[in-house]
């Protein structure tokens, strides 16, 4: 198949989903084309199979801000007509999705029909889903997609109590690339971060309110009393500020280490001890599951799609959202027993086996079949 996709390039779920989900595609022999204003961030090897195309977002001066819209639709007709494109699929409703429709009627105009399959990943629907501004468009362009799925079975569900949605929703979960994401030696690493032995918890975000920040510090605060130990800080955003000014008003700037965005993830996830996701609410939990393939215990919220990747008393432990207390509690229980926090290891690799990249990889291709097969000869 010659598949096109339309993504964020930044380093969110959605992105970093999109790009592993068409460089495993490339792999298998299809033709992937990235269509996007940036090359994003996790595709940094050659691959024959694997195409880039940027947007031009030019400015003009009669505009306030760059028609990114526009220009996204207009790429997209040309991609297809001489890429010869046989689906797109587009990350992230917003404007992805609203996009395509657009650019699939402008094509219909030169007698060619593209069939789209819309992802949602989550703020697209809990967040700027739910905004008045945005919420008819995004009902229009889930109705209006020839394929739609979605990240978790709370994230479909909440998608119906949302909006009027007139098309079923496919649930396939997101995955983890084994090739990448796995334990290896790094102890003369974990040396420099913890010399005397300290237990390693580790955050990874995009720093927004939703993802709690501080709460993680407060959790790690509580475990730093009674337990030697050093926190890392993965990501950036909105939130690092106040996070870090926490810190400091803690007196625990010397134990917690603000490490900004990074691309080799898989490495220091490799020395940690405990994962930290204490977010409102996540549709799937991305990063928990990266650190659960790196046989890494997580203490989470049970916000939203959470209670399906991280599974309560077995890979670590679930709690409501904002009780630090309770979350603090279960972070020192794990890492005060050692045989318990060995046996949470191996309980967290097993569930992660389950989102393999090469199980959930045949889910997307029958569904790109079903949606290729369906669209024969159809003209809207």
Known sequence: MKIGIVC??????????????????????????????????RLSVFSPNVFYHEVDGEDYPLFEFPPYDTALASKIVDVVQYQN???????????HATVAYMAKKILLTKGRYIPVVTTLHGTDITLVGNNRAFS??????????????????????????????ERDIQVIYNFIDFHRFKKTNKEHFKKIIAPDGERILVHMSNFRKVKRVEDAILIFQKVHAQIPSRLLMIGDGPERQNAEQLSRALGLGDEIRFLGKQDAVEELLAICDLFLMPSETESFGLAALEAMACE??????????LPEVNIHGVTGFLSDPGNVDEMAAYAIQLLENEEMLQQFRANALEQAKRFDLDTILPDYERYYETVIARSVNKVE
């Open 136 to 165: 008819p468009v995004v009902e229009f362009s889930i109705n209006k997609s020839d394929g739609v799925t979605a990240v978790s079975q709370n994230l479909k569900e909440e998608t119906m109590r949302t909006f009027h949605i």
């Open 296 to 305: 890494i215990p997580v203490i989470s919220s049970n916000g939203g799609g």
């Open 8 to 41: 964020y390039p930044t380093y969110g779920g959605s992105g970093v989903v999109a790009t592993e989900l068409g460089l495993g595609l490339a792999r298998k022999g299809h033709e992937v084309h990235f269509i996007t204003y940036r090359r994003p961030v």
């Open 85 to 95: 494109l046989d689906l797109l699929h587009v990350h992230y409703a917003i404007p």
